[in-house]
């Protein structure tokens, strides 16, 4: 269910548009290769799960490294709010152009946000690929390897 206002002066419009931005951040940051921003909208014990994975934010850096170079495309997500104002959960389509070959993945995102004392965060953002035969899946494993201490 959507609040009509889900903190003081906040209404929920304007936490759709921080939303929107906070999501706007995280595809450019993404195209431009900038892990330090991609880190800056997840919530310090947040998540991207893809691949057959769940990849903390220690894992960001060689995750983002080792992944393939491209445009991020985006479309408007669609979200809902929890009647706490301070949760919400979301879907975001994604079509991802590698910049040498301009090969394409499409599929889209789910997400939960948490509203948090810098504004909405990503908590867990989870990929969903679109396969050409329009099957829908988390992705095939991948070689990326995760230094453990």
């Not at 799960?49 to 080792?66: E, H, K, N, Q, V």
């Not at 946000?113 to 969903?128: F, K, N, P």
Request: charged share 20%; aromatic share 10%.
């Amino acid at each position: 269910m959507t609040p009509q206002h889900s903190e003081p002066g906040s209404s929920t419009y304007d936490d759709l548009a921080d939303i929107q931005q906070l999501l706007a951040r995280y595809a450019v940051a993404m195209t431009q290769g900038d892990t330090h921003r991609v880190l800056a909208v997840f919530t310090p014990d947040g998540s991207y799960s893809a691949f057959g994975d769940t990849y903390r934010l220690d894992d960001f850096p060689a995750l983002i490294a080792a992944a393939p170079k491209g445009l991020f495309m985006t479309g408007t997500p669609v979200v809902e709010f929890a009647e706490d104002g301070g949760t919400a959960t979301g879907t975001q389509p994604l079509c991802f152009v590698e910049h040498a070959a301009h090969a394409m993945r499409i599929g889209y995102y789910n997400d939960t946000y948490r509203r948090t004392a810098d504004g909405w965060r990503l908590h867990t953002r989870a990929m969903t690929f679109i396969r050409r035969n329009g099957a829908h899946d988390s992705g095939r494993p991948h070689a990326f390897e995760r230094t453990r201490t």
